[in-house]
């Protein structure tokens, strides 16, 4: 069983539609990141949270550490919002990450 | 904001040879970094963990004499594919953890990865 399970693994949307990613972890952890990753590979960390709720632009990222679970919203997708998201998680020095969500925006 | 350079972004070799894949932190000190391997269409696979003048620490499976990795320098991680072969053909990316206060504690920032293609 994998520490950290992502779902859904593909996600297709229209654009402007409202997108919600879902990652459930099975660690303790000291925190939470989001990732994206556009195709060529590049990586950007979009947030990184360790209680509560995070907000940039138009990407929201919530956490329950109750439940050990953590959402990623996408307001208005845009087709530029394209890319694979991963959800990985931090125990000080250990990481481990859920296997993506890849993403596409349809015009 | 902190940034990662990896060079160098692709590889082409022979079978047999070695190939060098540096990862710098150009604007803040990198206590520990990261290397992955990246299949087509899979997440991320955390090879081995790198601490500044330790012994990297591997992952289960992945063996230590075909990936060198080398931290000599707080800015600085190097993972060497020695005797590549076709199978270690894959895209190989670094990221480290920000140090430095509140604000960079626990960040990652990544390279933007190798595409090493071994013939």
């Known amino acids: 069983k994998n520490e950290v399970e992502q779902s859904p693994q593909n996600l297709t949307a229209q654009e402007g539609e409202f997108i919600t990613i879902n990652c459930s972890y099975s660690?303790?952890?000291?925190?939470l990141h989001w990732l994206q990753q556009h195709p060529g590979g590049g990586i950007v960390s979009l947030f990184m949270?360790?209680?509560g709720k995070k907000k940039h632009g138009r990407l929201i990222a919530t956490i329950n550490i109750q439940e050990k679970h953590s959402s990623l919203h996408i307001t208005a997708s845009h087709p530029r919002d394209s890319a694979v998201y991963i959800c990985?998680?931090?125990?000080?020095?250990?990481?481990?990450f859920g296997t993506g969500t890849s993403l596409t925006v349809i015009p | 904001g902190a940034v990662v350079s990896q060079h160098p972004s692709r590889v082409i070799c022979k079978s047999g040879t070695s190939v060098k894949i540096e990862c710098r932190s150009l604007?803040?000190?990198?206590?520990?970094m990261f290397w992955y391997r990246q299949f087509p269409k899979k997440s991320l696979m955390l090879m081995a963990t790198?601490?500044?003048?330790?012994?990297?620490?591997?992952e289960q499976g992945v063996e230590k004499d075909k990936f060198l990795i080398n931290h000599a320098s707080l800015t600085l991680s190097t993972l060497t594919v020695t005797s590549a072969h076709p199978e270690d053909s894959s895209f190989y990316i670094c990221?480290?953890?920000?140090?430095?206060?509140?604000?960079?504690?626990?960040?990652?920032?990544f390279g933007s990865g190798t595409q090493l293609s071994v013939l």
């Open positions: 990985a998680v931090s125990t000080g020095n250990q990481f481990y």
């Open positions: 949270l360790s209680s």
């Open positions: 790198s601490n500044e003048g330790s012994k990297a620490t591997y």
């Open positions: 990221s480290a953890i920000g140090t430095g206060g509140v604000s960079m504690y626990e960040k990652l920032f």
């Open positions: 660690v303790g952890i000291s925190a």
């Open positions: 604007d803040f000190q990198a206590t520990t």
